[in-house]
Structures are given as C-alpha cells and as structure tokens.
C-alpha cells in the first residue's frame, strides 16, 4: 500500500507502527477468541472423552476415534442424514416462498399490512418459536391447535361415534371398532342376546341410562340388551348385574345367516331391544360401527417419522419474512421499463417473470439461498424446542448432537470437537462461494 | 503529523500492554482460607431458600465461618467441568449425577469424606451411607433424597373402578385391567422424558432380580441380555400395552412429564395411575384442581415376590474439592439428623438420614413418601444414573432412546435387550 519508503524515513517498524497499534486490539481477541480456540477444537477432536485440558490437550491420545465414531454411530448418522435434508429443502423453499410472497405483495393493496405479519416472526426468538409450535403440534386434539383443525373438519365429515371407546367385555361378540360387532353363535327365534360392552367411562355412558334387565325370550322374536358390563370392582363378566347400566340408542342390527341386514332397531333406556316376528331360520344381531367411530386421534407431528418435516415447517414460518423483504427490496430496485417493455412486447405475465423478473433478481436470490444455507447448517434451537424427549434423536442435526455429546450430558468433548469440525469442513465451501461473490460485487 | 501518529501508537501501545497485563493479574490464585467455604450445587428457588436455612443453623453454631451458596441450577456439570479444568474449583458442591462423582474422583479432583463416616454410621441406613463410596473411601454423601418407588393415583378413578391401592404386582396389574375396564386407562407415561421409563424398569428390576444382581447391572459385570433382564422386560410389556395409556402408545411418547402428572390430577382423568417420583405434587401444585388423600393420593411401588419395603431412589450428592477444619466441620454437620430436619420442616424434601422423625414432615403424602427412604429394607439408587452419562443420562440416546423405542413396541423384549447391551458396551468401553 506504501510506496517505497523515501530515504531517511524510519525503519520498518516504526513506519508500520501506527498500522500494528491500530490492528493489534483486534488481532489480539481474534488470536484469543477465533484462532486459539479452532486450532484447539482441531487437536481435541483426536483425543479421547477423558484426556486432560490444558493449554493443549494430553492423555489419552484417540487417533480418529471420534471421526469414526461420528460415521458409525447411528444417531450421530440420523444426525447428518437430517442436516442433508435440511440443506436440500429449507433454502430452497425459504427463498421460493420469499419470492412469491415479495411478487405477491407487489400486487395486493394491503401489502403493508401482509409483510408485517409475514415478518412478524422474525421477532420472536428461534427458541420460543420453537415452543410455540411445539404446543401446536401436539398430537391430542383437545391440546394441539393443528390437529384440532384437522380433527374439527374430520368430526363435520365422519362424525364420532356415542362409544367410541368401547369395546365387547366377552369374546363371544366378535368384530373390531371399524366393522361393528356381532355376536359369534346365531340364535333364532325366541332365544335372547347379551351384548355386554365395557371401556366406558361413566361419563360417556348416556344420560337417563337405567339399570339393566336380563333379556326376557319372547315368542318369535329376538330379544336382547346392550349394557355397561362393569361395575365398580369389575363385576361378574358377561352377566347384566345389579349396579350395571343398560346403553340406550344404540344402532342395533340383525343379520340372518346370509350375512344380510333384516331389521334395524335402537335400544330403550335399560338398554333392551326386541327383533319381532322375525321368522324361522337363525341371526346374528349385532352393533353398527358408526357406534364405536373413534373421534379424530390426531396426527403424529412430533412423531419419529415427521417430526425433521415438521420442523423444517416451523423455520420456514420464521424466516419467509426475511426472505420477502430481501427480494422485495431487490423488486423494487428492478426498472420498470424493461418488464413494460416485455409486456409490450406480448410475453404473458408468467414469461415476464420467468424470463426477466427472476433473471435480474439472481444476486437478490443467491444471497438469500446462501444466507440460508450457512444459517441451515447452524439451525439448533429450535430443533431443540420443538422435538420432545422421545423424537430428539430423529430430529437431530449436526450442531445439536454437536452440543449434546459435548454439554448436553455426554460431556464427550473429543467426539463433540469432531462434529464440530465436520461442521466446520461444511461450512468451508459456503463460505468461500459468499468471498468470492463479495469481492465479484465490490 | 508523523509525530503525531507515533504519539498514538505508542499510547496504544501502552494502553493494550497494561490491559494485557490486567488481564493477565485480573484473577490472583485464591487459597482456601480456613474459615470460608463456597458451594455451589443444583438446588434453585425454594430448595435454595431451604438450604440456606439449613446453612444458617451451621452459621449460628460457627459464627466465625463464612458460608456462601451459589445455584447453578441444571447447568452444575458444566460449570464444575469447567471450573475443575481451569483449577478453581468450588469447595463443596452437590450434584445431582452420581457419575459426576466417578467422573471428578477418577480424574484426581475430589478430596474424601472419610472423616464423615462416623456421622454417616450413626445416623443414615447403611444402603444409603455406602452410596458415595468408590473404592472404599466416601467422595460422595447423598443430602438429599428421593424416592421414586411410587405410584401415584386419582382417587375417585380408582372409586369408579372399585379399585383399591394394591400391595402386590399381581394385584396391581389385576387394578390395572379392572381399571381399564371402568373406562380409564390405567397410566399416564410420559414416554417423551426416557427417564419415566427407566424408572419403572428399575423398580421392577430392583425387586424382580433383587439388590446383587441390580449392583451388578449397574456396574455392567452381567449384560443386559442377561435373563434376568428379560424376564423384567417381560414383566413391564403388558403395562405398557396401548390400552393401558393415556393417548395410546405414540400419545404416551409425546407426553412430558409434567403433562404426564397432570393426566391424572385432574377431575376428569385421562388416566388413573402414574408411576413417578415423590416430587410429583410439586409439580402440579399451582394449577392442581385435587386435594391431596381425598382427591390425589399415593402407593408405594407393589412388591414382587418377598420383596417388600424396597425402595428404588435418587438424590442430590455432595462432593468436596477441598478439605479445610471449617470444611469437615460443615460436611459432618450437613449428615447429621438435626441439620435435615431444618429442611424436612420446610417441606419438599427427603431426608436419607434414618434419624429424622417422620413426624417432621409438613403433610401425609410426603411422610408416606420420605419416611419410606429412611425406613428402607432395600434402598438402591437410580440405575440410569449409575452408567455412563452416554448411556444412562443423554436426551435421545442410550437408555432413553431405548426405552422409547421399547414403549414403542413392548412385544420387542430380546431386541431391545439386545440394543441395550450394544449401547452399554460401547459406553463403558468409551469411558475408560
């Protein structure tokens, strides 16, 4: 930067000495805090979990121990399966979402009002975030608010059944929930039918319920009762006690022995129900499944097999909003007159922004697509937040399990010292895509 | 001008030499002066308010010895790994990982509390009094405990279902499909925190097998594809079964702890059992619509077989990186019957030793609870505990992770037995 130096001026330096005074605070706490610490990291992750720390390390020297460690254990595998996912989807969706949302808003005329909102998680801490919805993607209902919509437009098409939960106390009724079920030996005229139910708390057991009665045979007809089968202590099974409830409405069926539905009725408040003149030859009477249709479960967001998409969902949530404003910045600093003249030109609004909007925003999109990138490779909190303690292996990503074999229990510093220069090797070539763009630029 | 600049370097210059000097001065090797002791240690809010009532009763008796507690909260593995390393550690802390206590004993930091065994003989049961000891000398001293040997239910489930408190395994299973039958599943698991189910294995482990072979898992010296493990996986897969959980098996493994404890607690209970730790009340207690016996009560783990009074249990260890005169003073101090009852007075606390009276305890559930430790035929720690941090301690790995996958499909004994032993066995080896 100096020019050969002019005779007589100081020795080097001195000369120098204003830029080495100016530059040694900074080169100091970057030896100290970044230099030091990275060549230490280095070293450490080829030494054993209880080598001694010191300046440098020693003892228990592991060769590449850890590094094999990191390929062959399983959920340190899961780990880096999850971050690749994570590097293919998330930057990607973040900046095509970005995009729509910074095009959109270009056009609606409460656009103010939308990127506010769209932006308004970046508000909120990663971890809350991840909190929040971790409360949303609970998978009972009744706590979880993205299964309790899903469950409130099931409920509307297939509504649940009066017992949803119940299920026959003898085998001698046979079925599952979703067919219904039978009683297995046919009867035929005049004989009786006991269809003892239990499972049912007493709160679902509908009200103006009465004792149950023992069916009573009555000439050429089919008699018969559903009831609560269970009495505090269990009770005698498969016998209509004294203390036992009798079911009433429920949808009562009787089958001849084809298998086809000759009559239908519902039970009476003791839970008794009557198939008259019903004829020779043997039945079957039965309970309809639309009795046992088991209200909407939820689904298992935070389940082993969901939950690296559900989390990716949450982040996008968060970080649309940045990607919207970077591009609707870089939108607006798009001339006009090029896409008028397009339009002039007759391409459809589709080709203009194929062929031109995109195009000319592609430095606006690659330093989203990059900032994503480096930011993926770093996500942490709100995996954390979000997976319960039962998925946190399957939701893992590099830098967590980074964290967790070093601090979060294992307290393996060698082994977490190789994820984290993995990491680093990741992070490398990002970074030297984001330099050379920035010295393209400057 | 070049004058000038010169002047600035120079005082720069000067100005980053005494602050380097400064920071290099800035922390002067502190001696452990007879007559001040720092701990530091898990216990947070009330159990630190509590503690230091305890403390007080030391200050009072040696007024010329400055006691001081810093809580560290759940970060105390951290901050004394970090603070051993750097050589300065704390005086005494307490922790709540008996691994730490190998980890810090093997790596030379601890000094022994041999000189406390007097205290511990006199007034803790000898389970209890030989926990800390590796090697033959005493490096940890359990101050306070918990037991984790009980279920606790919702009366008025068990009222409906006609169920009473069993005392026996076989009864207890019995409770458990009778319950079922009435309409409530019998347990609320929270399966999203792996330690729930640990705990449950070991209880049954700990009186299925019995207290030799529960040591010896422990140490690893029998695998865990040993029969003994598989009959108590065996004996633990029909509680797990779907039916039998509040919200299903993949409900169960999504619901935390707390959730868990709250399942049950409630008017309307989604289950009727939960087989958890004696600080479940303090877990629900700000938002608990129950009265405790009338409404929420508790039971302690049914026996199997002769194994009566066992209680599989847990707790906070102190640990001594220095030893000065004021240092055993505090140490021996703190084991004794009279400083434990200080806090068994406040509530929310265990005492392990044998000599606090359980009528010191401020309501019944927890003189059901904490007395039991005291009075244990049998008292074992928490197995998990007791391994590799890897294995026994770690979110998603290990013991937990494994468990899961065993709530996941109970009928999976030999595999997961299987998985465990493969998991234990590279833990150890990584450990040495």
Request: a positive charge; charged letters at 15%; proline letters at 6%.
């Amino acid at each position: 930067m100096v020019a050969a130096p002019p005779s007589g001026e100081p020795g080097v330096l001195r000369r120098n000495a204003v830029a080495i005074g100016f530059l040694a605070p900074a080169a100091f706490l970057l030896i100290v805090m970044v230099v030091y610490p990275t060549i230490y990291t280095i070293i450490r992750s080829f030494f054993g979990k209880d080598a001694h720390e010191g300046f440098l390390p020693s003892g228990s020297f592991a060769g590449i121990d850890n590094y094999k460690a990191l390929f062959t254990t399983s959920i340190l595998v899961t780990a880096i399966k999850n971050s690749a996912i994570w590097i293919l989807v998330a930057p990607a969706a973040v900046t095509a979402i970005g995009l729509v949302f910074a095009v959109l808003t270009e056009r609606i005329s409460w656009a103010v009002g939308f990127k506010a909102i769209v932006f308004m998680p970046m508000a909120i801490s990663l971890f809350a975030t991840g909190v929040i919805w971790h409360v949303m993607y609970i998978k009972d209902p009744s706590q979880g608010a993205v299964n309790a919509a899903i469950g409130a437009v099931k409920s509307w098409v297939t509504p649940p059944g009066a017992l949803s939960t119940a299920s026959p106390s003898t085998p001698a009724l046979t079925g599952s929930p979703q067919t219904g079920y039978v009683l297995q030996k046919p009867i035929s005229a005049g004989g009786t039918a006991l269809m003892g139910l239990t499972a049912i708390p007493p709160t679902d057991v509908p009200s103006g319920a009465k004792q149950v009665v023992p069916p009573q045979p009555k000439q050429g007809a089919v008699t018969g009762v559903v009831w609560r089968d269970f009495k505090p202590g269990g009770g005698v099974v498969g016998k209509p006690e004294q203390g036992e409830l009798g079911l009433p409405g429920v949808h009562v069926k009787l089958s001849d022995s084809s298998g086809k539905v000759v009559q239908n009725t519902t039970t009476g408040d003791d839970g008794s129900f009557t198939f008259d003149n019903v004829g020779s030859g043997t039945f079957k009477p039965g309970i309809a499944a639309s009795t046992f249709a088991a209200p909407f479960a939820g689904i298992s967001w935070l389940g082993s097999s969901l939950i690296t998409p559900s989390v990716i969902i949450a982040y996008i949530w968060v970080w649309a909003g940045f990607a919207m404003v970077v591009i609707g910045a870089g939108l607006a600093a798009i001339s006009r007159e090029v896409l008028e003249a397009a339009r002039t030109d007759g391409a459809t609004e589709w080709q203009v922004f194929r062929r031109v909007t995109v195009p000319m925003l592609a430095p606006v999109l690659s330093v989203v697509f990059i900032t994503m990138l480096i930011n993926v490779l770093k996500v942490f909190d709100i995996v954390i937040s979000i997976a319960p303690g039962s998925t946190q292996s399957d939701a893992a990503v590099i830098a967590v399990q980074m964290w967790r074999q070093s601090f979060g229990g294992v307290n393996d510093f060698g082994l977490g010292s190789a994820i984290a220069v993995f990491l680093f090797l990741l992070v490398i070539p990002i970074l030297l895509l984001n330099v050379r763009r920035f010295r393209r630029e400057v | 001008m070049k004058k000038h600049r010169l002047v600035i370097a120079a005082l720069l210059g000067v100005v980053l030499l005494a602050a380097m000097t400064a920071f290099a001065s800035a922390k002067p090797a502190k001696k452990s002066v007879s007559g001040s002791i720092n701990i530091v240690g898990v216990w947070t809010g009330d159990e630190e308010k509590s503690f230091n009532a305890v403390l007080d009763g030391f200050r009072k008796a040696n007024p010329d010895v400055k006691v001081s507690y810093k809580s560290t909260g759940d970060n105390t593995p951290t901050v004394l790994a970090t603070a051993v390393a750097g050589g300065k550690p704390p005086d005494l802390a307490s922790v709540s990982q008996p691994g730490l206590v190998n980890d810090f004993q093997k790596k030379g930091a601890l000094k022994n509390l041999d000189y406390a065994r007097g205290t511990l003989n006199a007034n803790y049961p000898a389970d209890i009094a030989k926990i800390g000891v590796i090697k033959g000398h005493v490096y940890g001293l359990l101050i306070k405990g918990a037991n984790k040997s009980t279920v606790w239910y919702n009366v008025s489930a068990f009222k409906n279902a006609g169920v009473k408190a069993p005392l026996t395994f076989p009864a207890f299973v019995r409770g458990a499909n009778t319950l079922k039958s009435s309409g409530v599943p019998a347990f609320s698991v929270g399966g999203a925190d792996g330690w729930t189910l640990t705990d449950l294995f070991e209880n049954i482990y700990l009186r299925q097998a019995g207290p030799d072979k529960y040591d010896k898992l422990s140490k690893h010296t029998i695998k865990w594809t040993d029969a003994s493990v598989i009959k108590a996986l065996k004996t633990m897969a029909p509680l797990l079964q779907g039916g039998n959980l509040a919200g299903g098996t993949s409900g169960a493994l999504q619901t935390d702890f707390p959730t868990s404890v709250s399942n049950v607690f409630t008017k309307k209970p989604k289950a009727a059992m939960g087989i958890e730790d004696d600080f479940v009340p303090d877990v629900v207690a700000s938002k608990n619509a129950l009265k405790p016996v009338s409404g929420y009560n508790v039971f302690p783990f049914p026996a199997i077989g002769r194994a009566r009074n066992y209680v599989e249990g847990g707790g906070d260890e102190l640990m001594a990186f220095k030893d000065t005169p004021a240092i055993r003073a505090l140490v021996k101090y703190l084991a004794t019957g009279k400083a434990q009852t200080i806090w068994a007075k406040r509530g929310g606390y265990t005492a392990p030793a044998k000599t606090v009276s359980a009528s010191v305890y401020p309501d019944e559930i927890t003189r059901t609870t904490a007395s039991a430790v005291g009075k244990a035929k049998v008292f074992r720690f928490d197995l998990s505990d007791l391994q590799p941090a890897s294995f026994g301690g770690t979110v998603g790995q290990g013991e937990f992770k494994l468990f899961q996958d065993f709530l996941k499909n109970p009928s999976n004994v030999t595999g997961i037995a299987r998985q465990l032993e493969s998991a234990a066995a590279k833990a150890y080896k990584a450990g040495k």
